[in-house]
Every structure is written in C-alpha cells, then in structure tokens.
C-alpha cells in the first residue's frame, strides 16, 4: 500500500484514539505476535503461519505509528542507527567474517 495512505490512516487512527491508546495497542499486539511465534514453533501448519503473518503485519502497523508519533526527535534515524550497531554485532558473534565480507561488497 502507498506510503501516503498509509500515513494518513495512521495520523487519523492517532488523533482519533490518541498517543497513549495506540501504545497500548502496539503492547497488545507484541503480545498477539510473541503469542503467534510460540504456537507456530508448536504447531507449524499452515494456520499459524497465516497467524504469524496477520500479527507481523499488525506490529509493524503498530510500530509505524509508533515512529510516526515520534518523527519530530529523529526517531527513525535513532532506531535505524540501533539497527545497524545490533545487526553489526549480530554477524560479529557470528564470528564468521560475514560482516567484514559485507563491509567489502559496498
Ligand atoms: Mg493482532
């Protein structure tokens, strides 16, 4: 879905119920998500995988509004900069010379 859309359902959804309540909301579907990851490692059919993908989709909604309430501090720049020190350390554990091989293809 277009960008725009996307944004403008989200500052209507904020305006209408509020800051605080849409918070709540991205608690509540973490929470369906984490829910939805555990019953799909149990039962790996193709119900909790379309599971899986209803509440993925639900947090990032969740998680764009979040970004979007917060966009005048730089938010977005502060998580994709939390994102690239985390993915950085991720390959460095890894300890398999990914992330210098990454480093070189740029
Ligand atoms: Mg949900």
Same mark, same amino acid.
């Given at each position: 879905m277009d960008l725009k859309i996307r944004?403008?359902?989200?500052?209507?959804?904020?305006?209408?119920?509020?800051?605080?309540?849409?918070l709540e909301m991205?608690?509540?579907e973490a929470t369906e998500l984490?829910?939805?990851? *555990?019953?799909?490692? +149990?039962? /790996? %059919?193709?119900?909790?995988?379309?599971?899986?993908v209803e509440e993925i989709a639900d947090v990032e909604i969740m998680i764009e509004q979040i970004v979007m309430m917060h966009s005048d501090f730089g938010f977005r720049q502060m998580v994709d900069a939390q994102k690239?020190?985390?993915?950085? *350390?991720?390959?460095? +554990?890894? /300890? %398999?010379?990914?992330f210098e091989a990454l480093e070189k293809e740029k």
């Open positions: 944004e403008d359902a989200y500052k209507m959804a904020i305006e209408k119920w509020g800051a605080k309540a849409q991205a608690q509540e984490a829910l939805a990851v *555990r019953k799909h490692i +149990r039962k /790996n %059919d193709e119900e909790s995988f379309s599971n899986l690239a020190f985390k993915i950085s *350390r991720l390959l460095k +554990r890894m /300890n %398999d010379n990914s």
